[in-house]
């Protein structure tokens, strides 16, 4: 059986493919994945219904080494009978961790402070350098109370006495009590919350869900902060909104046209940018791919994969 792994990936994972005898073919081109049964995929692949064609019917499984598959046309893979899997849970950690150290980030204004003592331009203690909005009892606004969403909300709420509040496509009224959050619609979330954070999946529905008309609404002294995808925010209409002060300041993780960012983007100083590195620890990325391989190797087997994604 042959497998195609699109990227490095660490090698002593991918060693459990090549040890079960599967022939392992590296290479970021679709072309040599012709004639494979499994491909390990990663979110910067498009896998629309030519590539999946083009490798040929025998392929069984889709191995996606993220938690998002909004890279794979899903629908075509059903139709195809190919297995999607993913990589929930192990990155919730992390990926939390890092909306706290973005909205941390530009709340205090870390990397533009830290740019400033590299270029020697501190002269001394001035009361107001840097001012900054302290968290403590602020709104938190989590658009998507999934199991990212609920990490965050948790973190920010024990950790810094934030009040909670959320929205979705569902509501979830045993956890509202049990957590102590609020739902609310997203215009009322983005009219009363301190810090707007996103952690919802890319779907058809939620594309640019933040955009001109929510920054209107958003209150001028808050924050966006998106470590989910790129494309649920209209960066465009970000920078705009920056730029007209209709916010106080964005963190993002994550752009619309990795890894292009929108004009003017870098100009802002009210934005901390970070390069899609919100799973990036060694404990979650290694988590991610000794579940992707693990996947792999159900599906080969004849095995329901663990981490089926069901479409
Ligand atoms: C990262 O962005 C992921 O979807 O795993």
Redesign the pocket.
């Known amino acids: 059986m042959k497998v195609f792994v699109s990227k490095t990936f660490p090698a002593e994972h991918g060693a459990l493919l090549s040890q079960r005898g599967y022939d392992v073919e590296f290479g970021s081109d679709f072309a040599k994945a012709r004639g494979a049964d499994a491909i390990l995929t990663f979110?910067t692949d498009r896998i629309d219904k030519r590539i999946m064609e083009s490798i040929g019917p025998q392929l069984k499984i889709i191995g996606n080494?993220?938690?998002?598959t909004d890279n794979i046309d899903l629908a075509a893979a059903r139709e195809k009978g190919i297995l999607i899997t993913?990589?929930p849970n192990v990155?919730t950690e992390a990926?939390a961790e890092h909306a706290v150290a973005m909205t941390l980030g530009i709340a205090r204004h870390v990397a533009q402070a830290d740019a400033f003592m590299r270029q020697g331009k501190y002269r001394g203690w001035e009361m107001d350098l840097f001012m900054g909005t302290e968290l403590r009892g602020k709104m938190l606004g989590i658009i998507g109370h999934g199991r990212i969403g609920c990490r965050t909300a948790e973190i920010f709420q024990k950790g810094f006495d934030m009040n909670i509040v959320y929205t979705d496509t569902v509501r979830n009224e045993a956890q509202e009590e049990k957590c102590h959050i609020t739902f609310m619609s997203l215009l009322d979330l983005l009219k009363t919350a301190d810090v707007v954070s996103i952690h919802v999946p890319l779907l058809p529905t939620t594309r640019h869900l933040v955009g001109q008309n929510e920054f209107q609404i958003m209150k001028e002294t808050s924050f966006l902060v998106n470590t989910s995808?790129g494309p649920i925010v209209d960066e465009k209409a970000l920078v705009e909104a920056l730029k007209a002060g209709k916010i106080k300041g964005a963190a993002l993780d994550?752009f619309e046209e990795e890894p292009r960012l929108a004009p003017g983007l870098t100009k802002l100083g009210n934005v901390l940018l970070t390069p899609?590195i919100?799973?990036a620890t060694k404990e979650a990325r290694g988590n991610?791919a000794a579940m992707t391989v693990n996947n792999i190797i159900a599906a080969l087997s004849g095995q329901t994969p663990p981490n089926l994604v069901h479409v």
């Open positions: 979110l080494c993220a938690v998002g993913n990589t990155l990926v995808r994550v899609h919100a799973s991610m």
